[in-house]
């Protein structure tokens, strides 16, 4: 499911076209690029999710004095996020690249991809694709995009 995911992200990114795509006609695209129909459908519910995530729950309980808060995660997250990852949102938070709503947005998709943990290059897409869809965020999009793509050079000392 998640590299269905990270092909959609990387073909539909940059296209300038309308990014509303029909589901049957994005689900026979997939198909003929040689996916499964049962990671497509999950794939499809898991961009679905995302969408409705912006009008969710999450905002109305985030107070202004949330950002320095400390987030506690619960067992089956720290199952699913590993302290690499959980350090890396932390980081994220820190750099303003996050924030509580954002950051929880991430956590929420993440929970809900298949397997028992996920890497902190997945983790990363996800972190992308979530600034993505939100308006608004688009210097944190673009401040994750340099974190992530640009090669340092040389040594930082």
């Known amino acids: 499911m998640f590299d269905i995911l990270v092909y959609l992200f990387e073909n539909y990114i940059h296209n300038e076209s309308d990014i ?72 994220l938070e820190q750099i303003n690249v996050l924030d509580a709503v954002t950051r929880e947005m991430v956590i929420d998709r993440v929970m ?21 869809n939100v308006p608004g965020r688009e210097s944190a999009y673009a401040q994750m995009e340099d974190l992530i793509f640009d090669e340092p050079e040389g040594p930082l000392h």
């Open 20 to 91: 509303y795509v029909n589901h049957a006609d994005l689900t026979k695209e997939l198909s003929r690029a040689g996916f499964h129909d049962d990671d497509i459908f999950k794939a499809l519910k898991w961009l679905d999710n995302l969408s409705a995530l912006q009008e969710s729950h999450v905002k109305p309980y985030l107070s202004k004095g949330a950002s320095n808060a400390t987030r506690i995660y619960s067992a089956p997250e720290l199952a699913k996020l590993e302290v690499e990852c959980q350090g890396f949102l932390l980081f």
């Open 112 to 132: 809900d991809l298949d397997g028992n943990s996920i890497s902190l290059e997945d983790l990363k897409w996800v972190v992308l694709m979530v600034l993505f």
